[in-house]
């Protein structure tokens, strides 16, 4: 048993570990978006947030 969250971005199942906990940060293998795992309700449910994506700068 696995749970699943839809992508924001694509809708597309992206898994959530059994041990994830609150803030960790999880990615859509469709879109690559990342999310950061928040409770849903009291029930230990996640949902997704936009992760705070910092423009890293590559060095070009
Ligand atoms: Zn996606």
């Not at 809708?11 to 960790?24: F, H, N, R, S, Y």
């Not at 999880?26 to 992760?51: H, I, M, Q, R």
């Amino acid at each position: 048993m696995s749970a699943t969250a839809n992508c924001l971005e694509c809708d597309a199942p992206v898994p959530v570990p059994q041990d994830a906990i609150k803030g960790e940060i999880v990615t859509c293998k469709e879109c690559g978006t990342a999310f950061e795992l928040a409770l849903a309700g009291s029930d230990g449910a996640f949902t997704l947030l936009l992760a705070e994506q910092e423009e890293e700068d590559w060095g070009e």
